[in-house]
């Protein structure tokens, strides 16, 4: 927190010294001479027309929830069957520029998941740190560093503060935290357009499994597949999407959940990750086999105005072929409130986690609907649903979660608040679906951008 509030205090001095002017356009748009044009829109501009600039943003995801726990759910040692709990589900410091007409930088931290059972004062962690260079301005650019410049989907990389629902189809982030840090990885990357063309490719080398959140030596290698704990072999991700309408930015790598009727895109995508040797298992003899991890993706994302009065529409739909080898899967439950579970016949654990990842197929598909502006007052609604369906091998039954809500747009993505609905299922170890649990989860979000 120290060096952050250096940064905040040398950003103010900055910003006292330098003269400003109200009348400076942003950078995206056809730059314009102006004289003594330094500041405006949260950019710093390095030069007079505003091509070269630095920006700093900030937003804040606050959750209340009420939710049913998974049998056998325990925290510190204390079983729970239900609860309301308080926490940050995102905080997100962003720090990028474009600091000459081909290097541009980005720099983003904060923390995911504080709550009450959380370590205290040491969940700040960089998620992003990655310098770019253009070989030519449109076509081709290489990267290098820790970032979301990854594969797979749209959603493997998204923009938080834009995301319509009250969280991310999160099982498109395939190694989260596992082999990487929350989506980001290690890697050397391109990007580029080739006409409507939008594509990133990427190297990167996974981070090692014995770092990863809960991992135990002692479960050692079972007949189900699980990331190998041997030095991993580098991994290839690539994402290609074809933009028909409204040409979409690819300053940063994060995709926008929904423009609120400000564009028109129309987006068809494929993509992958591959590594060799990332997983293993026990075969029959009680040999170590080691077997290759590859996923495969296609989506479809439309998000369009619908009436003169700021209506728009939000879709979006994608189906994703995942192998992480024989009857994987991993549990996910978003800012846990749980620790623990007594009960060994519970497949899905503590708290609210579900096997959200597994071998198998998956599929996805959400939708909103944006009411007129001014709706209620200066204010509107949008709501949405969306459901993952998830057809894995381990289990016996599908695997669906869903998810309804609204969203209140008190200032557009500036100061929204959402309220959902989610529901899930509880699996046994036998991999058969035993019932089913709900939650109600209550979001303000801030963004300052």
């Known amino acids: 927190m120290k060096k952050l509030k250096y940064v905040l205090a040398f950003t103010g001095l900055i910003a006292m010294l330098l003269p400003q002017n109200v009348n400076a356009q942003t950078p995206e748009v056809a730059p314009v001479k ?32 009420a939710a049913d726990y998974n049998p056998g759910t325990t925290i510190n040692g204390v079983a729970k069957s239900s609860g309301t709990d308080i926490g940050i589900r995102r905080y997100r410091v962003q720090m990028f520029g474009q600091l000459t007409d081909r290097v541009f930088a980005y720099t983003q931290f904060g923390e995911n998941n504080f709550n009450n059972i959380s370590d205290r004062k040491q969940g700040f962690f960089v998620h992003d740190a990655y310098g770019e260079y253009a070989i030519d301005k449109t076509k081709l650019s290489l990267g290098l560093g820790i970032s979301g410049w990854n594969g797979l989907s749209r959603f493997a990389s998204s923009s938080v503060g834009t995301i319509m629902g009250i969280d991310l189809p999160l099982y498109q982030e395939a190694t989260n935290d596992v082999t990487d840090q929350f989506g980001r990885k290690l ?35 079972s007949k189900n597949s699980s990331f190998s704990a041997n030095p991993p072999k580098m991994q290839y991700n690539a994402y290609v999407q074809y933009q028909f309408k409204d040409q979409e930015s690819n300053m940063t790598p994060y995709a926008t959940g929904t423009y609120l009727g400000k564009k028109t895109v129309f987006n068809v995508g494929v993509g992958a990750i591959y590594q060799k040797h990332a997983m293993w298992h026990l075969g029959v003899a009680n040999d170590t086999i ?70 198998g197929t998956a599929m996805y598909f959400q939708a909103g609907y944006k009411f007129k502006d001014n709706l209620i007052g200066t204010t509107t609604l949008m709501p949405y649903v969306s459901m993952q369906y998830g057809d894995y091998e381990r289990l016996n039954d599908a695997m669906t979660y869903y998810d309804a809500g609204v969203n209140w747009f008190l200032a557009g993505q500036t100061s929204k608040f959402t309220i959902s609905y989610q529901n899930r299922p509880v699996f046994g170890t036998n991999g058969n679906s035993i019932e089913r649990k709900g939650a ?8 300052f951008n």
């Open 187 to 221: 890697s050397i990357f391109a990007k580029g357009k080739l006409g409507k063309l939008d594509y990133r490719v990427s190297m990167a080398q996974p981070m090692s499994i014995q770092k990863s959140t809960g991992y135990n030596p002692a479960n050692g290698i």
């Open 290 to 359: 080691s077997t290759d991890m590859l996923h495969l993706a296609a989506d479809i994302y439309y998000d369009a105005p619908m009436g003169e009065k700021g209506q728009a529409i939000s879709l979006y739909g994608n189906i994703t072929h995942f192998d992480y080898g024989t009857n994987y899967t991993r549990n996910s439950g978003p800012m846990n409130p749980a620790n623990g579970n007594n009960n060994p016949a519970i497949l899905n654990g503590a708290g609210n986690a579900f096997p959200m990842f597994g071998t």
């Open 34 to 65: 102006q004289e003594n044009n330094f500041f405006k829109d949260r950019k710093f501009y390095l030069n007079e027309d505003g091509s070269n600039f630095v920006k700093f943003t900030f937003m804040t995801q606050a959750w209340i929830r």
């Open 440 to 447: 109600v989860v209550a979001q303000y979000q801030v963004f």
